[in-house]
């Protein structure tokens, strides 16, 4: 796993990927959708959803999960943190408005990016993804929860960790998953490079 994003003319940016990239990819935002749990209910009409989503309230509590606690974190850090009632009070309050949104918007970027992997068709070795500016920020906050999820379940918790895992044994049946974390990083970095550049 080693291609990188590089800028295109106009804006956006462009990845060569390879079947088992693309596979791997497109696996762990499904993985991520399923995670985040199901989006809105289908048949409704754009004004339901915006009259529901004013008047639907979210969960008041952080999730047990310690990777959607993670990616759907605290306002205030935390009822484990703070232990001001009335700061977790109104982190609880936030979090009723805000979670749903947050969920949603996270599921739109993991849906963003498995399309965007279904467009290919990779000729012969590798095929090339190519995003404009709005399709690179859904793939910056994909690529950015994908991270954190990993993270979260390998306990990463600094910059450091992942090269001290990347040390462990090929037997170590989290290698796997520490290829695909500093693999993941090297694309979220030359992706904002390219957008920066």
Same mark, same amino acid.
């Given at each position: ?28 935002a499904v993985q991520l959708m399923e995670l985040l749990g199901p989006g809105e209910e289908a048949g409704e009409s754009e004004s339901? $959803?915006? #009259? &529901?989503? %004013? ?6 509590? /952080?999730?047990? *999960?310690?990777?959607?606690? @993670? =990616? ?9 943190l703070v232990p001001d009632d009335d700061v977790r009070a109104a982190s609880a309050e936030f979090r009723r408005y805000t979670e ?8 739109? $970027?993991? #849906? &963003?990016? %498995? ?6 068709? /990779?000729?012969? *070795?590798?095929?090339?993804? @190519? =995003? ?58 030359? =992706? ?6």
């Amino acid at each position: 796993m080693t291609g990188h994003f590089e800028p295109q003319p106009g804006g956006g940016a462009a990845v060569p990927l390879d079947e088992v990239e693309i596979s791997i990819l497109r696996s762990l935002a499904v993985q991520l959708m399923e995670l985040l749990g199901p989006g809105e209910e289908a048949g409704e009409s754009e004004s339901d $959803d915006l #009259l &529901a989503s %004013i008047f639907n309230d979210g969960p008041s509590e /952080p999730p047990a *999960d310690p990777v959607l606690a @993670r =990616l759907l974190p605290d306002a205030y850090g935390g009822p484990d943190l703070v232990p001001d009632d009335d700061v977790r009070a109104a982190s609880a309050e936030f979090r009723r408005y805000t979670e749903n949104d947050l969920r949603s918007r996270k599921r739109e $970027d993991a #849906l &963003a990016l %498995i399309r965007a992997l279904d467009t290919l068709a /990779p000729a012969g *070795d590798r095929a090339t993804l @190519r =995003l404009d500016p709005g399709e690179c920020r859904q793939w910056l906050g994909a690529l950015n929860d994908l991270r954190l999820a990993i993270g979260t379940r390998l306990e990463v918790t600094d910059e450091e960790d992942g090269g001290e895992l990347l040390r462990l044994p090929d037997s170590d049946p989290r290698k796997p998953m520490v290829m695909a974390y500093l693999w993941l990083g090297g694309l979220q970095e030359t =992706l904002v490079e390219s957008l920066m550049g």
